[in-house]
């Protein structure tokens, strides 16, 4: 099957830092990719959709300035929380997807991220 | 509104065979997935129905009936690491995923 990977795994930063986490489809194109993040015994919350060499689509109640998506070659996404705050603690995840828009998303392992 | 229902959780025995339903509303229809995830990691994919009928995969199977807006996941012959949280979720007519909450299967011995 197909195979995302994500990095880092574990963060630990301070307040007001910004964290960049990275997607990348290691065995397909991924036209698409898509960042989630996930509370504690929640469901996943989609948080923006990127197609790649285009502006991401946030989903509302998302800062788009405060959770910078690029998405610049076809096995790359980027999320860059800045500023983050001990509320911006979460699991974060991408998916990827590939050219034909019915094929399925696979997922990356996930990045945990604590703000202090 | 687009919605996607399926119980908070289930309970069954080691050894035993557990059906897990989704229903839903949704704007188009491209397909339905069941993913797995574990306590604290990512979802792995299981299984994707775009026609009506029962697609097997070794101890998994799942149903879809488009016409009645269901689906359902079966595993048979549990295993104390098939507990985990099981998500439906369905494609809509701008191929966009919904998810359901997940159902948290519990198994015990």
């Known amino acids: 099957g197909a195979v995302v990977s994500q990095h880092p795994s574990r963060v630990i930063c301070k307040s007001g830092t910004s964290v960049k986490i990275e997607c990348r489809s290691l065995?397909?194109?991924?036209?698409?990719m898509f960042w989630y993040r996930q509370f504690p015994k929640k469901s996943l919350m989609l948080m923006a959709t990127s197609n790649e060499g285009s502006k991401a689509t946030y989903e509302q109640g998302v800062e788009k300035d405060k959770f910078l998506i690029n998405h610049a070659s076809l096995t790359l996404s980027t999320l860059t929380v800045t500023s983050a705050h001990p509320e911006d603690s979460s699991f974060y995840i991408c998916?990827?997807?590939?050219?034909?828009?019915?094929?399925?998303?696979?997922f990356g392992p996930g990045t945990r991220l604590l703000v202090l | 509104g687009q919605n996607i229902d399926q119980p908070t959780e289930m309970t069954a025995t080691e050894g035993a065979i557990v059906q897990i339903n989704c229903t839903y509303q949704t704007s188009g229809f491209n397909g339905l997935f069941w993913y797995q995830q574990h306590a604290g990691e990512a979802p792995t994919f299981l299984s994707y129905?775009?026609l009506d009928g029962l697609e097997e995969k070794g101890r998994f199977s799942s149903f879809l009936s488009r016409s009645k807006g269901y689906s359902y996941l079966l595993l048979k012959e549990l295993q104390m690491k098939d507990s985990a949280s099981y998500l439906c979720a369905v494609m809509d007519s701008n191929y966009q995923l919904i998810w359901g909450a997940g159902t948290k299967l519990i198994i015990k011995p």
């Open positions: 065995d397909f194109q991924a036209t698409t």
């Open positions: 129905n775009v």
């Open positions: 998916s990827a997807r590939g050219a034909t828009g019915l094929e399925t998303q696979y």
